[in-house]
């Protein structure tokens, strides 16, 4: 089919690779040089976001902030084309579907996937190969667009995986968003401990850092824009280190035991 | 020289793998199974632990629960070997040394490596190579019992850095056991997601929790052993975390990039 990709970084990128030699991909981004890096890998682009249209499915892949205005400059006129957008928190694209016009077909399409790098130099297909990608109905999905979401969406690489947005937004808080602010909270809180961290800090130190080098705009779409589930999210974690603590300050073992038990447990869900 | 290793786990293992080249090594284990493994990489073993002695270095790399029994069994009879002990916590060690007859000599050697694996199956000598030995005085270490520990620490392939028990104890509290914390304390929170966490959690998520499989033993070495600078170093993440949470809940941007701002000024120390 006739895939249109708004915005071309990581993700849009990785899925403009992963889906060309299924489909006849065409590549938008508001950044000339991130059109030019993907012409120079063989994808087609086109310099106006409106030049996607006509196609069977356009996917919005934009930083969070755009999601909304390009859902809203495409919505109208898309000759029925499927939209589907890569947000990574739903709630604000469910907003807006429940005040669409009827026609717009609208469904959310979220692959579990990232790495450090950005922008269209670090896409890759392998990036999306075997990834989980959650596909959200919206109030404008209906039976047919969910079906080209889940095709896309296999064609990317991806498994596929129905679920609510309510069901979405409230388990990326727990898997993505707290562990990006604990990670954060961590390395913040090591601002001040000068030279002598590179020489204490070993591999653990450094792995649960990690998600602190996440970009500002990809933190305040997963913190902010999802602040409901994550404050909750956080005030749960918060329990249990208020019970580690105590068991600490207490030099309680059998305490610690039962906590890093119940942490094995969540652990092994990883399977 | 003659080195002589009490606990052929992971740590001990790897030292007598990585001294054997260079020196006489003999290995020590309560555990028999430990002990013919051991032999079956043709360490050199001794059935019981006053058979390390005489030797010119005795490393004590038990676990940390039975440190403090190993150098008491030691101390009075090393016949002028120096101990070495590679306690992960050095509190209980230093306040062990200050009540010592004056002529035990005895330096902690705490080499900053670890992996998730346990006992002499997953001891190797690439463990060490290249890793800080945080070489750490007693109040029974003399300049000579300091250079065999050098000596040993960089014959191991570590490098070498001194400093004080108290700031050690210090900088680990911050750097291993305050990510194992928030490992735990995560992973813990996640164990009622159920099976739909798998699909959720990313490698954002598996690498944050990854400390949450250290094990007990230890756990209670680096947590319970340090608890007042564990306690000390939970209360100040805290208080970041607590900020961390009020500009999520304000959905307060430029509060937010603050924070990341810091955080990634602690990671850049990492070097």
């Known amino acids: 089919m006739r895939v249109g990709i708004a915005g071309l970084g990581l993700i849009g990128g990785s899925l403009a690779l992963a889906l060309r030699s299924r489909h006849d991909v065409r590549g938008f981004d508001v950044d000339p040089a991130a059109r030019e890096a993907a012409s120079g890998e063989g994808i087609a682009t086109v310099d106006r976001l409106e030049d996607l249209i006509p196609a069977e499915a356009i996917?919005?892949?934009?930083?969070?902030?755009?999601?909304?205005?390009?859902?809203?400059?495409?919505a109208s006129h898309t000759g029925g084309a499927v939209i589907l957008d890569v947000a990574s928190v739903r709630g604000p694209v469910d907003a807006f579907a429940r005040d669409s016009a009827d026609g717009t077909r609208l469904v959310?399409?979220?692959?579990?996937?990232?790495?450090?790098?950005?922008?269209?130099?670090?896409?890759?297909?392998?990036?999306?190969?075997?990834?989980?990608?959650?596909?959200?109905p919206t109030a404008r999905s209906t039976v047919e667009a969910m079906?080209?979401?889940?095709?896309?969406?296999?064609?990317?690489?991806?498994?596929?995986?129905?679920?609510?947005?309510?069901?979405?937004?409230?388990?990326?808080?727990?898997?993505?968003?707290?562990?990006?602010?604990?990670?954060?909270?961590?390395?913040?809180?090591?601002?001040?401990?000068?030279?002598s961290l590179a020489t204490f800090a070993g591999p653990g130190f450094r792995d649960t850092t990690r998600l602190a080098d996440t970009s500002a705009d990809l933190a305040e779409a997963l913190l902010v824009a999802n602040?409901?589930?994550?404050v909750a999210a956080i005030?749960?974690?918060?329990?249990?280190?208020?019970?580690?603590?105590?068991?600490?300050?207490e030099r309680d073992a059998s305490g610690l035991r039962e906590i890093l038990e119940r942490a094995a447990r969540g652990r092994a869900l990883l399977g």
Chains 1, 2 share one sequence.
């Open 59 to 74: 996917i919005v892949a934009t930083p969070m902030r755009s999601v909304l205005p390009t859902l809203a400059a495409l």
């Open 108 to 136: 959310g399409m979220h692959p579990m996937a990232g790495r450090t790098g950005r922008g269209f130099v670090s896409a890759d297909p392998a990036l999306l190969a075997g990834r989980p990608f959650l596909v959200v």
């Open 147 to 195: 079906a080209v979401a889940g095709t896309v969406a296999r064609d990317a690489g991806g498994v596929v995986t129905v679920c609510s947005a309510a069901e979405h937004d409230r388990l990326v808080a727990l898997t993505s968003a707290l562990p990006l602010a604990l990670a954060a909270a961590l390395a913040a809180s090591a601002a001040d401990a000068g030279p």
């Open 227 to 230: 602040a409901g589930n994550v």
């Open 235 to 249: 005030a749960r974690m918060r329990t249990v280190l208020d019970e580690l603590e105590r068991v600490i300050a």
